[in-house]
């Protein structure tokens, strides 16, 4: 499991939402789920609170759990002192929480991070109770699921640079699909939510150096005599690829959620 201590200062940063976006998905979750005051929510890597935050102020019974204690502190310092706000740092594939428990729980971008993410599904499964709901999510680019999104592009080639000098980026353990797939073995009814939709607006040249300072857990694993020499190359290929690296360009951004109920 990733612990993202060393990025939690710049999490936001480089990973926040628009603004108004994290109400909208606050507003699909409590719609979806028919959410009420006493409707208990558990989130999985809850982190710095980008989704939870919205929930967490309109007072919903909120617990977290999440490995990083930096990250805790974030979220903390952001939502302050919640009496319905409960935050337990520790490992996801054990949690410290009765069966049944819980009404909705809710993964964000975690699931691709964890080699053992069955058994974070099942304990997650544990603690909901039996008509409670499963959602997981996350923003995705229409372009970037075609293969044409320039940003997936720079992300792949920085990936393509590094298997050419024998190393690899972090092991992405579960996708989408795969999510699907096991939540479907378990009869699973599944409902798709898409709550917003933006353009992201970025310069080549801030993401190929975001990849130059390890800010995605990508990069984490990589030998450090490969990064500088990969640096370089990503450089040469952007500037041959899109000429200025400092014009910005864009492409439309969507935050969807799978909203699941099991029948148990």
Request: hydrophobic share 40%; glycine share 8%.
């Amino acid at each position: 499991m990733i612990n993202f201590d060393r990025v939690a200062d710049i999490y936001d940063a480089t990973r926040g939402l628009p603004e108004g976006v994290d109400e909208a998905i606050a507003d699909s979750i409590v719609a979806a789920t028919n959410a009420g005051p006493g409707t208990r929510f558990l989130e999985l890597g809850v982190g710095t609170g980008r989704i939870a935050a919205p929930l967490i102020r309109r007072g919903f019974p909120f617990t977290g759990v999440d490995i990083s204690t930096q990250m805790l502190d974030h979220l903390r310092e952001k939502v302050g002192d919640v009496p319905t706000l409960t935050l337990i740092q520790g490992d996801i594939t054990h949690l410290p929480l009765e069966a049944g428990s819980q009404d909705v729980i809710i993964a964000v971008h975690v699931f691709h991070l964890i080699k053992e993410w069955r058994k974070v599904l099942d304990e997650a499964l544990r603690v909901l109770q039996p008509d409670g709901f499963f959602i997981y999510g996350g923003n995705v680019s229409p372009e970037r699921l075609a293969g044409q999104g320039d940003y997936g592009r720079i992300r792949a080639e920085w990936a393509r640079l590094v298997r050419d000098m024998g190393a690899a980026a972090s092991t992405r353990y579960a996708e989408w699909t795969d999510l699907q797939e096991a939540l479907t073995e378990r009869g699973a009814y599944i409902a798709t939510y898409r709550p917003a939709t933006w353009t992201r607006e970025f310069r080549p040249i801030d993401l190929i150096e975001a990849m130059h300072r390890r800010t995605f857990s990508a990069s984490w694993n990589v030998p450090d005599a490969v990064v500088e020499p990969v640096h370089q190359k990503l450089l040469a290929w952007g500037e041959e690829t899109f000429g200025d690296l400092n014009a910005p360009l864009a492409e439309e951004e969507e935050f969807l959620i799978d909203v699941c109920r099991l029948n148990r």
